[in-house]
């Protein structure tokens, strides 16, 4: 029995039950794991009810370590899965900023100004 497909989604509320879950699934994906234990589909309480203490030792488990060379190998798939920004862009984001920053500058320089008038006619200096 396999514990993951379209039931889960959007219904776990529980950050432990999240993980576990989504590593047996895709441990399952990629034909690693075994079929689950005989615990039913998330959203489908057993007789007992849900019981997170099994879900932690589950997530426990199923947690495989990482070896640092495996990690960056992920990290780099993970970043080549990204739509990086043209260079164009970027060169248009970056001249917003510039613009709302001058924008913003002008506009609390008046506002200082203007306070700053309204504090010398209160104290009459």
């Known amino acids: 029995m396999l514990i993951c497909g379209p039931?889960?989604?959007?219904?776990?509320?529980?950050v432990v039950k999240f993980f576990a879950i989504s590593r047996i699934c895709d441990l399952q994906a990629r034909g690693k794991a075994t079929?689950?234990?005989?615990?039913?589909?998330?959203g489908q309480e057993s007789v007992d009810g849900p019981d997170l203490r099994s879900d932690i030792r589950l997530k426990e488990s199923v947690m495989a370590k990482t070896n640092p060379a495996q990690f960056v190998r992920q990290v780099r798939q993970e970043?080549?899965?990204?739509?990086?920004?043209?260079?164009k862009e970027t060169g248009i984001a970056t001249?917003?900023?510039?613009?709302?920053?001058?924008?913003?500058?002008l506009f609390f320089l008046v506002v200082d100004?203007?306070?700053?008038?309204?504090?010398?006619?209160i104290l009459g200096t």
């Open 79 to 87: 970043a080549n899965k990204v739509t990086w920004p043209t260079r």
């Open 113 to 121: 100004e203007i306070i700053a008038l309204g504090i010398q006619l």
């Open 95 to 105: 001249a917003m900023v510039f613009v709302m920053v001058t924008i913003m500058s």
């Open 7 to 14: 039931d889960i989604s959007g219904r776990i509320g529980l």
């Open 35 to 42: 079929k689950s234990p005989a615990r039913p589909v998330y």
